[in-house]
């Protein structure tokens, strides 16, 4: 076998993530790694705790990145406050939603789910009813920007009610950090989850965490020993703890954790809410764009997101063989539609570094041009 050196094609990524890396980030992943004990190192996760604060706006003292994707991070909030038979009310509008039902079961819980159409958001007064009829439940868990229909949540009015009935709050932000307004002290939320793929524009495989006080008052007086021993709190913070002898846990992922940084540091450079306007504008533009082409948007206007927008197919067009042409002609990746909406949407990412007015016309001129043959 004759095997060589690995040279990807370079692609404009428009699907549900990953998104564009900043170049300023492919070049911080490549710099010497140190050790993750070196007193420079301890340095730079001081820095990206700090960062990551801003990202999330929370003072939480406990918010870091664990040392996998998003759905670890998912997996981390929910294993760490959920004990044996214990209720939690899911709201379930899409995958997401679905894979934290799945989770809580098996960490044990008795899942209560509050169901909404996929492309909808999800509905405060179905998220009330529940906790109405399930008061032994202290949890509530719901999706802020759900990736796979391209809905957004009003996730400060589903805390407001959720603290009314004495439950803490997991939120998945995995797509809507640095992309969609996310207040998290503001809006009081408990147990909050992200990825650094979508709106940071980072490569994949981190998911930046932050957990309240009451959250964690929560995890440290748990009655039973948290199932997994790696994404077990009270241990990782051994390492990632404010103040604590950074002790080895596991070997974090040095150079990962450079991107992070430089990601995080661009963000800052940017400031959160102009990132936040930066999507919204784009978002609008390219709804206007594709309505031009004889498009339409698949989630109606109030409840859609501007970083993921699912386009609804047209009757006549044939919709693996758009996608696989904008990818082999145009280089352009857009997603398919999952689940309920497979073969009905496409998913057009505009996430962080992608999301810019050239990518737009980019994509829009391939569709236009895709469309009409
Ligand atoms: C992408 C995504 C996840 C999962 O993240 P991975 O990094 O793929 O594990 C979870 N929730 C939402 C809303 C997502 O978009």
Redesign the pocket.
């Known amino acids: 076998m004759n095997f060589q050196t690995y040279n990807p094609p370079e692609r404009v990524l428009m699907g549900?993530?990953p998104s564009n890396i900043n170049p300023r980030v492919l070049n911080a992943l490549s710099k010497p790694t140190i050790g993750h004990l070196d007193p420079r190192f301890i340095d730079l996760m001081d820095e990206i705790k700090q960062l990551l604060k801003y990202a999330f706006q929370t003072e939480n003292d406990v918010t870091f990145p664990v040392s996998a994707?998003?759905?670890?991070g998912?997996e981390t909030c929910l294993v760490n406050l959920i004990e044996p038979g214990e209720k939690v009310v899911v709201c379930v509008n899409g995958v997401?939603g679905g894979?934290m039902k799945e989770i809580i079961e098996r960490c044990g819980g008795i899942p209560v789910v509050v169901n909404d159409d996929w492309g909808t958001s999800v509905g405060p007064s179905k998220l009330e009813e529940a906790l109405t009829e399930n008061p032994v439940a202290k949890i509530a868990a719901f999706?802020h920007?759900?990736?796979s229909t391209g809905a957004l949540s009003d996730v400060k009015t589903l805390a407001e009610i959720s603290r009314k009935h004495d439950c803490l709050t997991i939120v998945?932000t995995?797509?809507s950090l640095g992309g969609s307004e996310l207040k998290v002290d503001e809006w009081e939320l408990d147990a909050v989850y992200s990825?650094t793929?979508?709106c940071l524009s980072c490569p994949?495989g981190l998911?930046p965490v932050t957990f309240s006080e009451k959250a964690i008052n929560k995890i440290k007086n748990r009655k039973t020993k948290v199932q997994s021993w790696f994404m077990d709190l009270n241990l990782v913070l051994g390492y990632w703890g404010s103040g604590s002898k950074r002790s080895y846990h596991h070997t974090a992922p040095i150079n990962s954790l450079y991107g992070l940084h430089e990601a995080l540091l661009i963000l800052h450079e940017e400031g959160i809410e102009n990132a936040w306007q930066r999507h919204t504008a784009n978002g609008k533009i390219f709804c206007n764009e594709i309505k031009k082409i004889g498009l339409s948007p698949f989630v109606k206007e109030e409840e859609r997101l501007s970083q993921l927008i699912s386009v609804t197919v047209p009757k006549h067009a044939d919709e693996a063989l758009v996608r696989t042409n904008l990818l082999e002609k145009y280089n352009i990746e857009i997603g398919a539609g999952l689940g309920a909406l497979a073969g009905k949407v496409w998913r057009v990412g505009l996430m962080g570094h992608t999301s810019n007015i050239n990518n737009i016309n980019l994509c829009v001129d391939a569709l236009s041009k895709e469309l009409a043959v």
């Open positions: 549900p993530g994707p998003g759905s670890t998912m997401f894979r999706v920007a759900e990736t998945d995995v797509t990825g793929q979508k994949p998911s």
